[in-house]
């Protein structure tokens, strides 16, 4: 399962709704309610690319911390403004004094914490200047800062050391430590941060020095230490915000367990006496007396996504919210049972389709539509991007399946196609062609879908691309290997001049199959899959069906031939297939579009598909329509059929599909909303869903 390439280094929210995303690859912001995330740049203005810390302050101004210094954002008339605060590279901590988590009603000179492997510092002012000069805090110099947080005071700060424990500093030196060294000598180290309590007591959470969980009262007649009865792996400790009323106060959230399977604890001041519980964790006081405090983590219901690497509150209006990064299922927001993950992720960010080539089993390569490709190398975290400098632009798509030759398509420079080859041995990309491509304005050709002709041809759905990002269909290219002759299969104007061969196919092109001939070398039809319905071109011929020729629906997003030859379609309204004459819906006799009151089913089909289907189920939408489907493929002797609900089995060799057969986010996909899926030559199939990448073995 694959989200994010690289793991989210940190995280930050605005009152908005948006959520901004670090990791070592950039920075990227996930505005409320968006379909895809956009990346945040040298464009924008920021200085350097690895980000490894996030924060907002109470202006709305986000702060970016990444391998070069320490900057902000600042949004005004719908545009981006940076500025450089100081040159302080890695910090993996950004604490503004305003930040709206802040309880004092007295307004502080504004300022910034800061904290990274070189150790605290603070950075002073209202950043209207470029580079301030961070103070480096003495007594915190050179140790790594592990966590940090302002204080209620809204100036001071507690910052967490590594294997030194916790201090509180202000702007320029520690005044209190607590720790093996610290003016209070305590048996706590690597805290993961600090909270507080319904009652206004601030805790902290960290290891002892045999690495067993601890935490830390912080009253003000002094420190008590507490051991948990339960040896908790630490990930992170939120200070949980006040409820949208303002009246009441749940208290801390700690997220701890095996990295596999983390949970979320909620930390409760308990009185004396025993408490019980499923799961639940004791904080014991070293020595017990009247006035100590019994704290109790009490295990949540819902599910948290396995190897968080980060959490964050929202600062958006609702109340309880919690966004957590992880190391490759990008980012999601807990909910009261199952984590949502946002549609951030960095390889499904935008993809418009996916093509598959391995070279062999533990070495594919693959593209999405968008750029850039991607290879894998057979484990769970081993996809890296393809340098658009290998292939001469951004991988769009690619054909073949790895048997021989791969040919990939990549957008080129002023209106222009790469097309290069794959070496035999896999290690380098050897550029073909150049292809001027005509669009219309200032657009820029994009390529969604490419396959291979019986005769070794190379066939391309061709898009223009506006720099907004909305597409229009400018039919398909065919280029003739490896004479690298081009012919554009367009609607042709009158008196423009057109190739004898071209032949007129309109819309998005999403699919394009070659359906068995007589010979291996000369297809018995050429099928086209589009925006406006379903084109054959067959014996020089060109036939072509959409809602006025009895398809549900014309936008077909996907066409397949089924394991007995079968011609089937995936459609905005379900999935049909092809007798011969007709389109019957799946699971019907009845023709596509015939109501059943009014038509008489068929007795007979061409392929003998019809009683192998009747009685199949097909999902409907809440308003009784047939379910969209998005793609099709073959998977050992089943068609499946890919849903916003999931993979649905269409038919099998042997007849209907299995009962129960549907497969989902229950059990084994990342998600459950199906953009593309392919099979690749080893039988694996890859389901791209709006979150992330699936690869299923069979």
């Not at 504004?110 to 209202?126: C, I, K, R, V």
Request: glycine share 12%; hydrophobic share 40%.
């Amino acid at each position: 399962f694959q989200s994010d390439v690289a793991p989210i280094r940190a995280l930050t929210t605005t009152a908005d709704g948006t959520v901004w995303i670090g990791s070592d690859r950039g920075l990227r912001r996930l505005r409320s309610h968006s379909p895809a995330t956009e990346w945040i740049g040298a464009a924008q203005g920021l200085v350097g690319k690895r980000v490894s810390a996030l924060a907002t302050d109470a202006a709305g101004r986000v702060l970016v911390a990444t391998d070069v210094e320490v900057g902000c954002f600042s949004e005004a008339g719908g545009r981006l403004r940076y500025q450089s605060l100081a040159k302080l590279a890695g910090m993996t901590h950004l604490a503004p004094l305003t930040s709206a988590a802040s309880s004092s009603a007295a307004a502080p000179s504004s300022g910034t914490w800061a904290g990274g492997p070189a150790g605290l510092f603070f950075l002073s002012g209202e950043g209207t200047l470029p580079a301030v000069p961070p103070v480096s805090i003495e007594g915190a110099t050179g140790v790594p800062v592990v966590s940090l947080d302002v204080d209620t005071d809204a100036r001071s700060a507690w910052a967490g050391l590594a294997g030194r424990g916790l201090v509180q500093a202000d702007a320029r030196r520690v005044l209190a430590s607590f720790g093996p060294q610290g003016t209070h000598r305590l048996n706590f180290t690597d805290p993961v941060g600090t909270a507080l309590l319904p009652n206004g007591t601030r805790i902290s959470i960290g290891r002892g020095a045999q690495s067993h969980t601890h935490l830390l009262v912080l009253r003000r007649t002094g420190p008590e230490l507490l051991t948990a009865d339960v040896d908790l792996p630490l990930v992170a400790l939120i200070a949980a915000a006040p409820d949208s009323d303002a009246t009441s106060f749940s208290g801390p959230l700690l997220l701890a367990g095996a990295a596999a399977a983390p949970r979320a604890y909620h930390l409760e001041v308990v009185e004396r006496g025993e408490v019980s519980g499923p799961g639940l964790v004791r904080f014991t006081p070293a020595h017990k007396n009247l006035h100590s405090l019994r704290l109790i983590a009490r295990p949540e219901a819902r599910e948290l996504p396995p190897d968080l690497t980060v959490a964050v509150p929202s600062m958006s209006s609702e109340p309880g919210a919690v966004f957590v990064g992880t190391r490759s299922l990008g980012v999601a927001r807990l909910t009261a049972s199952q984590p949502e993950f946002l549609p951030g992720g960095e390889l499904a960010s935008g993809a418009a389709g996916l093509s598959v080539a391995c070279l062999e089993q533990d070495r594919c390569v693959f593209a999405t539509g968008v750029g850039p490709g991607w290879v894998w190398d057979g484990g769970d975290r081993v996809i890296k991007p393809i340098p658009d400098d290998a292939i001469g632009g951004s991988l769009m798509a690619l054909a073949g399946d790895g048997r021989s030759n791969v040919y990939f398509i990549a957008g080129g420079a002023a209106k222009t196609l790469k097309i290069a080859r794959l070496s035999s041995d896999g290690a380098n990309w050897e550029p073909l062609l150049t292809l001027p491509v005509g669009v219309e304005g200032e657009g820029s050709p994009a390529v969604t879908f490419a396959t291979l002709s019986p005769q070794g041809n190379l066939w391309m759905s061709l898009r223009d691309r506006s720099a907004s990002g909305q597409e229009s269909g400018r039919g398909v290219l065919e280029v003739q290997l490896p004479a690298g002759r081009a012919i554009h299969h367009r609607p042709y104007r009158q008196g423009e001049p057109r190739p004898p061969e071209a032949v007129p196919i309109s819309g998005n092109v999403n699919a394009i199959r070659f359906q068995k001939g007589v010979t291996a070398a000369e297809p018995q039809a050429i099928w086209f899959c589009t925006s406006l319905g379903v084109s054959r071109l067959a014996g020089g011929q060109l036939s072509h069906w959409g809602e006025n020729e009895g398809l549900d629906s014309e936008t077909c997003n996907d066409l397949a031939f089924g394991p007995d030859g079968t011609v089937w379609v995936a459609t905005a309204a379900g999935v049909a297939y092809f007798d011969g004459k007709v389109w019957r819906r799946m699971g019907s006799d009845l023709p596509a579009g015939a109501v059943a009151s009014k038509s008489k089913p068929s007795s007979s089909s061409a392929s003998g598909m019809i009683g192998r289907t009747a009685g199949a189920h097909w999902p409907v939408t809440r308003d009784g329509e047939g379910l969209p489907a998005s793609a099709l493929v073959i998977s050992g002797e089943t068609l499946w059929a890919g849903t916003a609900r999931g993979l649905w089995p269409i038919s099998t060799v042997t007849g209907p599909p299995p009962v129960g057969g549907v497969v989902n986010r229950a059990n084994g996909l990342v998600d459950d909303e199906v953009v593309d899926l392919v099979t690749d030559r080893f039988g694996r199939m890859w389901v791209l869903g709006r979150i992330g990448l699936t690869i299923r073995r069979p």
